[in-house]
């Protein structure tokens, strides 16, 4: 049995059998709705009462949510039966605290009584998944962005960088300006996140920003699921321009492309070119359209002696690697670790406790 491959964000939840060239088997929202033990909903319960966030800004939140969507993607998704579990490998995000670390470990051998445990950072699987060790990786989820350096498989902590704004800031944007140019129209968050992935794209440049802000020639009409009729033109360009033009935001920080650029000064010098040149964009904001082109535009302009080059994936990768990176890493990672027995054990575990995953897993 193939091992089983994870990667819990804070949208998404990717999973299936460790098979790099192959996109994973199951992926679907890791939000949840929770539903009376009865299975019924009152007239008076509302979606908004009931919904459960199991992962937030990249990190487990809610145990027993997450251990209810394990179960099911695990037992219900990709088959598992119930004492012949197998192993599984995890995607760590940027960062994650120890003890998030031990309670997964030990939710996965004493509830589900798997054979075999490991996890690995989701920048160092990101490199693996377009065939290198070094670079730095961009990651644009959806309730943060990590940018992190990695030099021969470790990530530089020191140099890394958390920004708190992600895809769902960026949806959040989207509606507030859907709103002023359509305002009789009512927009829920769900139908933006849509409207976003379907139209949201960057400018060229600034100067060409600047000019499609002052036209009305590039609306078109879209028609939303219950029937209301939106106009969508140049906020559509608003999205990508707030990675680039934080103060769209309202905040005080650089572009996306800068602050890479600052995130390698606390490495040494001799290792900036390796890492900037070997730069990999990761999360579903960066697939959108022209993003990739812009963000290699304003690596050409930005304050470096080396420029950011964007890595392209291999042509025997799945389409669209952008969105699950992590998880293509770990289906390549645990093709090594479980075969040669570097992985956590569950002998490993009942001698040493949770905190063996410090010294088997980094």
């Given amino acids: 049995m193939e091992a089983v491959v994870v990667d819990a964000g804070s949208r998404l939840l990717k999973a299936g059998p460790a098979v790099p060239d192959q996109a994973p088997s199951m992926i679907i929202p890791t939000q949840m709705k929770r539903v009376p033990e009865d299975g019924s909903l009152s007239e008076n319960s509302s979606c908004e009462d009931i919904v459960v966030d199991p992962v937030a800004h990249g990190y487990i939140r809610d145990w027993d949510a997450m251990e209810d969507l394990l179960h099911h993607v695990l037992y219900t998704g990709l088959g598992w039966e119930i004492g012949n579990e197998g192993q599984i490998l995890f995607t760590d995000p940027l960062c994650t605290p120890k003890a998030v670390r031990e309670q997964l470990v030990q939710l996965m051998f004493e509830t589900f009584n798997i054979s075999g445990f490991y996890a690995s950072e989701q920048a160092v699987l990101s490199l693996y998944a377009v065939g290198r060790i070094s670079g730095c ?161 304003e690596a050409g302009l930005c304050s470096s002696a080396i420029r950011p080059t964007l890595i392209k994936p291999p042509e025997y990768m799945p389409e669209n690697l952008t969105l699950y990176s992590a998880w293509v890493g770990g289906a390549i990672l645990a093709k090594v670790v479980f075969p040669q027995n570097q992985h956590v054990t569950k002998a490993d575990y009942d001698e040493t406790g949770p905190s063996i995953v410090h010294r088997k897993c980094f």
């Fill in 137 to 297: 990786t961009v990651d644009i989820g959806h309730g943060k962005i990590d940018i992190a350096p990695v030099i021969e498989g470790a990530v530089q902590h020191i140099a890394s960088r958390r920004l708190e704004i992600g895809g769902v800031d960026l949806t959040k944007l989207l509606a507030q300006e859907l709103s002023k140019s359509n305002p009789g129209v009512n927009l829920n968050l769900s139908d933006v996140e849509k409207l976003k992935e379907k139209f949201s794209c960057c400018a060229e440049d600034e100067v060409a920003y600047a000019k499609i802000f002052k036209l009305h020639d590039v609306e078109e009409k879209h028609t939303l699921p219950d029937g209301q009729v939106i106009k969508i033109g140049r906020e559509k360009y608003t999205v990508g321009e707030a990675l680039f033009q934080p103060s769209i935001l309202g905040l005080e920080a650089h572009g996306i492309v800068e602050q890479l650029v600052r995130s390698v000064t606390p490495v040494s010098s001799e290792n900036h070119k390796q890492l900037l040149e070997n730069t990999v964009l990761c999360g579903g904001t960066a697939s959108m359209t022209g993003f990739e082109d812009r963000f290699q535009r």
